[in-house]
């Protein structure tokens, strides 16, 4: 099994990782979740249940706080004061392998043709909170929380 080494990852605008998110230092992505609803009567002895909707899940990201990251930062700060989804916000593992909002594969996403999902291509995340911390003791950071819309594939 093959491991990667955290100081490789990144996080980029653009599948091409063209503008790199300035500063930033670690992400966490929470992943798929299946809602499940408890389709148990009396006189059952083990609970059985019935399968909904997927939500793609949450990402956050965090690093040191640069206002001059016009490509990068101060994109997603308008991207999240306009409420403007974003479809290329890519979250590298290493320097070829990266999360990005997408179902025109079928790892760790549905697929193009699956069921409820729309038109390829039509995931996206948006940034639903932003944290600025500064301490006389430290340097600056910068924290974004973001929201995924449909799911994220793996390339």
């Given at each position: 099994?093959?491991?990667?080494?955290?100081?490789?990852a990144k996080?980029?605008?653009?599948?091409?990782?063209?503008?790199?998110?300035?500063?930033?230092?670690?992400?966490?992505?929470?992943?798929?979740?299946?809602?499940?609803?408890?389709?148990?009567?009396?006189?059952?002895?083990?609970?059985?249940?019935?399968?909904?909707?997927?939500?793609?899940?949450?990402?956050?990201?965090?690093?040191?706080?640069?206002?001059?990251?016009?490509?990068?930062?101060?994109?997603?700060?308008?991207?999240?004061?306009?409420?403007?989804?974003?479809?290329?916000?890519?979250?590298?593992?290493?320097?070829?392998?990266?999360?990005?909002?997408?179902?025109?594969?079928?790892?760790?996403?549905?697929?193009?043709?699956?069921?409820g999902m729309?038109?390829?291509?039509?995931?996206?995340?948006?940034?639903?909170?932003?944290?600025?911390?500064?301490?006389?003791?430290?340097?600056?950071?910068?924290?974004?929380?973001?929201?995924?819309?449909?799911?994220?594939?793996?390339?």
């Open positions: 099994m093959a491991k990667k080494v955290g100081k490789d996080v980029t605008i653009g599948v091409a990782g063209t503008a790199l998110i300035a500063g930033m230092g670690t992400w966490n992505m929470s992943g798929i979740t299946t809602e499940s609803f408890d389709a148990s009567a009396f006189q059952d002895n083990w609970k059985t249940y019935l399968y909904g909707m997927k939500d793609g899940g949450t990402i956050t990201f965090n690093g040191w706080l640069d206002p001059d990251d016009t490509t990068g930062q101060n994109v997603l700060i308008a991207a999240n004061a306009k409420n403007s989804s974003l479809n290329s916000l890519c979250f590298f593992v290493d320097n070829t392998k990266y999360f990005v909002p997408n179902q025109t594969t079928g790892y760790l996403g549905p697929g193009a043709n699956s069921t729309g038109t390829p291509g039509l995931s996206s995340v948006n940034i639903t909170d932003i944290a600025i911390t500064a301490d006389k003791s430290g340097v600056e950071t910068i924290s974004f929380t973001a929201k995924v819309n449909g799911c994220m594939a793996f390339v």
